[in-house]
């Protein structure tokens, strides 16, 4: 058996990176960047007010009250063309552009209107209003033709906000990495499909697609082939299209895991078998005449757990990034554990309370790895390494926060 780090630079060896399409900015989030993108134009393109006000000369404003002639408006997208004169202004709203010969805003608040004997509307300044005061100015947000996004980045909605402000309506990304999803399993029936008393509903297919749509892949589900040679065979002959197969079950030493021996005879080369965890030790990995190939354990926790650990570095690395490993953290365990043996364990765990900093942990008192209700009321995987000693109650852990772990995904 190898260790799960050998396992997953074995996997990321055979990958190689997906090319590339070009996607209007609605359907561009959580897409990953190809090129550097640049502003396409100067934002703000002119000198702005920041407030809803009065542009004034800033020397007009240094002794108060000073009384302004209020000569014409500069709403957003509008613009007032004259010449700005000494003891005139010009009513700006926010987003307005400044008028030739102002310098600077003064708020609304900071005024009273009036008039004087010849009707003649004029604004009474009573503050003094420094250069530049609440102006943005012309470029202060970027300019045209600088850098906006540096390529290989994944577009967060953030992004996508600064790319639409620079006026670029389509980006060049990584086309998303189609991955088969194969099940297997004479028991298995799909969700809302009529079920024999001994069957099971495929849960795996859609858990994984979840996380393969979430870290940026496209899943394609292959279907349920049956425990034998043709149906098997058949079905993963959908594949043939797919950057990457992911077969679900089948994968043990059973007399019905077919894995291996039947889509060994269609062309699969085997990397390696088994690896030292728990749960999914039956993991395999190698390649169906030129498609990358994972063979999960069919528990749902095996699978998640293999998931985390192997498939979304590995579609990541599809996606041209570097591949993210689940980020541990420290916590304390509230109670004792007994020693490992020496296969790496992922505990499902519950958060309990904080203690110093750090949060309390405690395992589900159940760990069978066909269980997804524990699986979903987790906040976390509590990692154990091979042959790690046995614990006392209030020892430090490493955990997978699970909600925490791919926020930006
Ligand atoms: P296997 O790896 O095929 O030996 O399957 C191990 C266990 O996982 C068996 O109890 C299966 O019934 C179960 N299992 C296999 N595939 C799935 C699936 N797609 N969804 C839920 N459970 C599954
Ligand atoms: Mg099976």
């Not at 291996?260 to 993991?283: C, H, N, T, Y």
């Not at 192997?310 to 980020?327: C, E, K, N, Q, T």
């Not at 949060?359 to 987790?378: G, H, N, R, T, Y």
């Given at each position: 058996m190898i260790s799960v780090d050998e396992a997953r630079s074995q996997i990321l060896k055979e990958i190689s990176t997906v090319d590339t399409e070009v996607v209007s900015l609605d359907q561009a989030l959580g897409r990953v960047l190809t090129e550097d993108v640049l502003a396409r134009r100067t934002q703000p393109p002119s000198h702005m007010s920041a407030m809803d006000g009065f542009a004034v000369k800033s020397s007009d404003t240094q002794t108060i009250p000073a009384k302004l002639k209020i000569i014409g408006e500069a709403p957003a997208g509008g613009s007032y063309n004259g010449m700005v004169k000494v003891g005139e202004t010009v009513r700006i709203f926010t987003g307005g552009p400044l008028p030739e010969g102002t310098d600077s805003i003064v708020i609304q608040e900071d005024t009273n209107l009036g008039e004087d004997s010849q009707q003649n509307e004029y604004v009474e300044i009573r503050e003094i209003t420094p250069v530049g005061h609440y102006v943005r100015p012309a470029g202060l947000d970027f300019t045209e033709g600088a850098v906006g996004l540096k390529a290989n980045r994944r577009l967060s909605a953030r992004d996508i906000g600064l790319l639409a402000a620079m006026n670029v309506p389509w980006v060049t990304?990584?086309?998303?990495?189609?991955?088969?999803?194969?099940?297997?399993?004479?028991?298995?029936?799909?969700?809302?499909?009529?079920?024999?008393?001994?069957?099971?509903?495929?849960?795996?297919?859609?858990?994984?697609?979840?996380?393969?749509?979430?870290?940026?892949?496209?899943?394609?589900?292959?279907?349920?082939?049956?425990?034998?040679?043709?149906?098997?065979?058949?079905?993963?002959?959908?594949?043939?299209?797919?950057?990457?197969?992911?077969?679900?079950?089948?994968?043990?030493?059973?007399?019905?895991?077919?894995?291996?021996?039947?889509?060994?005879?269609?062309?699969?080369?085997?990397?390696?078998?088994?690896?030292?965890?728990?749960?999914?030790?039956?993991?395999?990995?190698?390649?169906?005449?030129?498609?990358?190939?994972?063979?999960?354990?069919?528990?749902?926790?095996?699978?998640?757990?293999?998931?985390?650990?192997?498939?979304?570095?590995?579609?990541?690395?599809?996606?041209?990034?570097?591949?993210?490993?689940?980020?541990?953290?420290?916590?304390?365990?509230?109670?004792?554990?007994?020693?490992?043996?020496?296969?790496?364990?992922?505990?499902?765990?519950?958060?309990?309370?904080?203690?110093?900093?750090?949060?309390?942990?405690?395992?589900?008192?159940?760990?069978?790895?066909?269980?997804?209700?524990?699986?979903?009321?987790?906040?976390?995987?509590?990692?154990?390494?091979?042959?790690?000693?046995?614990?006392?109650?209030?020892?430090?852990?490493?955990?997978?926060?699970?909600?925490?772990?791919?926020?930006?995904?």
């Open positions: 990304v990584r086309r998303r990495p189609r991955i088969a999803l194969l099940s297997t399993g004479d028991e298995l029936v799909r969700p809302g499909e009529p079920v024999g008393h001994n069957q099971i509903i495929s849960s795996n297919s859609l858990l994984v697609a979840a996380l393969i749509q979430q870290t940026g892949g496209e899943a394609i589900d292959l279907g349920i082939a049956k425990d034998n040679e043709d149906s098997l065979r058949q079905m993963a002959a959908g594949a043939q299209s797919a950057d990457m197969l992911v077969t679900l079950g089948g994968a043990s030493v059973g007399d019905h895991d077919l894995v291996q021996s039947v889509l060994g005879k269609e062309g699969l080369s085997i990397d390696f078998w088994r690896i030292a965890m728990r749960p999914g030790k039956p993991l395999m990995s190698g390649d169906l005449n030129g498609t990358p190939m994972l063979g999960m354990p069919g528990n749902p926790v095996s699978s998640m757990i293999c998931s985390f650990l192997f498939l979304i570095p590995a579609i990541d690395a599809l996606l041209g990034l570097p591949p993210r490993l689940p980020p541990l953290s420290p916590a304390i365990i509230s109670h004792s554990v007994k020693e490992n043996d020496q296969r790496e364990d992922y505990l499902r765990a519950r958060i309990t309370g904080e203690d110093g900093g750090l949060p309390i942990v405690e395992l589900f008192e159940k760990q069978d790895s066909s269980m997804l209700s524990p699986l979903a009321d987790a906040d976390c995987l509590v990692l154990r390494s091979p042959s790690a000693s046995a614990l006392t109650a209030q020892s430090r852990v490493m955990i997978i926060k699970l909600r925490a772990a791919y926020p930006d995904v």
